[in-house]
């Protein structure tokens, strides 16, 4: 793929995003679809109604850039499509909710979550084995334990990207550097696909920062931030997890490693304290850093950091298997 591409897709699907976000916000304060501020939670950091809409164009941003320049109108784009629609769909109904001051039930979140993950599979963007080190041959895992794995991984990036949407900038920044690390191991391997989907996913989250940046103007809700994971997972499925050997697995696991380290620690946390995993506290590491005395340009630009470097420690991984 000509790397003309890269730079178009990028390029156009920043642009729509970036021009679609306004009118969109003005239309969230008409239907009054915003995420009002609340004294008696401690999550609830923003002092004034912020809109909820940032989804919407990052979705059709996405879509409209990716589908255009590849041109790939296949099953597995039909199901990244599907599944991300049903998210969208799931994660708006979330978000009203939430500008009622009330919690959307766990369990139809977890059937779509679920669902989309499930359609991916059956699209035959799965995780199928391992390169065996000792003997070079690749290792088939049982059709089963292919599809618990990867349902598994949908699932909880998803997730994990979702519960990391907590301060302004913090779950758009950690996505575009783990997407960035994505779109260097795909060209790096020659995963031309992969590439284009990283690249895009890069230019939708950049044009998002310049209103989510703090103090932010806009939110992306949990439409978007479950959209975002679910991408960054299936980017992973569909490159990195790829003819990969047993070192080579921590790739994507560094590359997302500072949600997926930090919400497994919460949602151990609150399993042993006998609390759901989807009660959403303040036990992220972002809250921790606050209540540490960081302001929340400080939280996040820590958080980035480590990101970085994690997302960096990963490519070295890499470089080292080449």
């Excluded at 806009?218 to 790829?242: C, E, W």
């Excluded at 005395?293 to 080449?322: H, P």
Aim: glycine share 8%; net charge positive.
């Amino acid at each position: 793929m000509s790397k003309i591409l890269y730079v178009l897709s990028f390029l156009l699907s920043f642009l729509i995003v970036y021009f679609l976000i306004p009118p969109l916000g003005k239309l969230a304060f008409r239907l009054d679809f915003v995420d009002k501020p609340r004294a008696d939670n401690e999550r609830k950091i923003h002092r004034q109604p912020i809109p909820l809409t940032a989804s919407y164009a990052i979705f059709t941003g996405f879509f409209v850039s990716y589908l255009l320049f590849t041109r790939d109108f296949s099953w597995e784009t039909g199901a990244l499509f599907g599944g991300g629609l049903l998210l969208l769909a799931i994660g708006t109904v979330d978000d009203w909710y939430k500008t009622k001051g009330r919690d959307f039930p766990a369990l139809p979140k977890l059937i779509v979550q679920v669902s989309a993950a499930v359609l991916v599979y059956f699209a035959g963007i799965q995780f199928n084995g391992f390169v065996n080190p000792l003997s070079g041959h690749y290792v088939f895992l049982p059709e089963w334990l292919q599809f618990i794995l990867t349902i598994l991984w949908i699932f909880g990036v998803t997730t994990v990207i979702n519960f990391s949407d907590g301060l302004d900038g913090l779950a758009g920044g950690l996505s575009a550097i783990s997407a960035v690390t994505l779109f260097v191991v795909a060209v790096t391997k020659g995963q031309t696909n992969s590439a284009m989907l990283s690249i895009t996913l890069i230019g939708v989250t950049l044009a998002y920062l310049r209103y989510n940046k703090p103090p932010a103007k806009v939110f992306m809700g949990d439409a978007g931030a479950t959209f975002l994971g679910f991408m960054l997972a299936v980017i992973a499925l569909d490159g990195a997890f790829k003819q990969a050997t047993v070192l080579s697995l921590f790739i994507p696991v560094l590359a997302l490693g500072v949600p997926i380290f930090d919400n497994l620690f919460v949602v151990i946390k609150r399993m042993l304290q006998g609390k759901s995993p989807y009660q959403a506290d303040a036990s992220q590491v972002h809250y921790r850093l606050l209540r540490a005395g960081l302001s929340q340009k400080q939280a996040v630009m820590v958080l980035y950091l480590v990101s970085t470097c994690l997302g960096l420690s990963s490519i070295i991984l890499l470089l080292l298997q080449i």
